[in-house]
């Protein structure tokens, strides 16, 4: 099983002011259905509000493969909006709405060795949320699960606050990293790969999948240092394309069953079949309005 942890939204979609679509969205939501349409075994966790938005999602999801069994559906409260601006390139600027005040209830799900989770997103540093966050990390690491963990932050992130000390736990509990250019920035001031792995030595994150838009994607290993090519396509909306991305490394990783003690010691094929193949969902997202792998993707492959 493929275990994802994050937030739930409906992502509202304008481009030069006017209203383009409506997405059941959310960084670890796009992953969890990307991954069901590629068919693997899959649960979600998340919260959503008891309206018309909420039953949106969650029927969504159960059509798309995913398991909402640990998805907290609120009273009395409203699901989430993110109203997403596209700008010239078709790159998004957010703003949010959310109302939930509760702290979200850990899920009582048993993980073994053979399962994986995702951590992605400001969700993965939010206070309310912690300790259902430190919950599954500690069943992760006692399970020894494979965690691939994607901060996606695009702001600036102080040192001395809160977020930063479960930055590090994150950190600390991850297996794979995935770490944008704007990321290595944001995170730790640092603007290459190189030197976003020398930051991550700090925590003993052996393997670091780093992305640059519609520039090289380069893995780090304890192994080896190896680029993978992106090729140019016509971008619709990069909403989504990160979070795809994941979900066609976790694929991968699930495909051929790579175990925590494998990690470090992960060969070149894998990530010359791996890379490539998660470079194609995302473009494939990239080239669409919607925030998952079109289904006629899934259907070509």
């Known amino acids: 099983m493929i275990y994802t942890l994050g937030e739930t939204v409906i992502d509202l979609i304008f481009k030069n002011m006017q209203p383009q679509s409506a997405k059941v969205g959310g960084s670890a939501l796009n992953t969890s259905v990307t991954l069901g349409r590629l068919g693997d075994s899959v649960s979600f966790i998340s919260e959503v509000g008891n309206d018309d938005f909420g039953n949106w999602c969650l029927s969504f999801l159960r059509e798309n493969g995913v398991s909402t069994d640990y998805v907290v559906c609120y009273e009395n409260k409203k699901t989430s909006l993110a109203l997403a601006f596209l700008n010239e390139r078709n790159d998004a600027k957010y703003q949010f709405y959310k109302e939930f005040s509760e702290s979200l209830t850990a899920n009582d799900s048993t ?10 997103s400001s969700f993965s540093l939010n206070e309310r949320v912690r300790g259902a966050v430190c919950s599954m990390l500690r069943k992760a690491m006692d399970a020894n699960v494979v965690v691939l963990y994607d901060p996606n932050m695009r702001k600036p992130l102080s040192k001395t606050g809160k977020s930063y000390d479960f930055l590090k736990e994150n950190l600390t509990a991850a297996d794979i990293t995935h770490i944008s250019d704007e990321d290595g920035i944001a995170m730790f001031g640092a603007k290459t790969s190189d030197e976003v792995y020398e930051c991550l ?15 090289e994607v380069v893995v780090k290993t304890p192994l080896f240092t190896k680029e993978y090519a992106v090729p140019e396509i016509k971008v619709v909306s990069t909403i989504g394309a990160g979070d795809t991305f994941n979900a ?37 997202v990239c080239q669409s309005m919607d925030n998952y792998v079109p289904k006629e993707f899934v259907k070509s492959l």
């Open 111 to 120: 993980l073994c060795s053979k399962d994986y989770l995702l951590l992605s």
């Open 201 to 215: 030595k700090e925590w003993n994150v052996p393997v670091l999948v780093y992305t640059q838009n519609s520039r």
């Open 248 to 284: 066609g490394l976790l694929h991968m990783l699930h495909k051929y069953g790579i175990r925590k003690d494998q990690i470090k010691t992960i060969s070149e094929n894998f990530f010359d079949e791996a890379i490539p193949f998660a470079i194609r969902c995302a473009g494939a």
